[in-house]
């Protein structure tokens, strides 16, 4: 993973973590998190909200809820990243499920 430089933007980021996502590059999914990690990117809703989206396409929905439980979950961007990655892999009933226990414990987005 050298090809990313410590110093690179949380565009240039979101954009190979979404590639990641889009062709099941699972271990290079999670390397570049790794780099997100290191270097504070993790901080960014939509850094958070991609690394969602990412594990939840890649499959790893325990991972994807994991990350959201440490995202800002006032942010849209995160909800619709758990969500949309359960809804890509055809999971209509864990979304919902989620979807419920969220709101059953007052988690809500845009009110944090």
Known sequence: MHAVDANGNETLLIDLVKACARYSLVSEGQQLHSVIL??????????????????GCSGLNGLAQIQFRFSDKSHIASWNALLAGLLRRDLMHEAQHQEAFLMQHHIRAGHP
């Open 38 to 55: 290191k270097n504070d990117f993790d901080a960014h809703a939509f850094v958070q909200a991609t690394v969602i989206h990412f594990y």
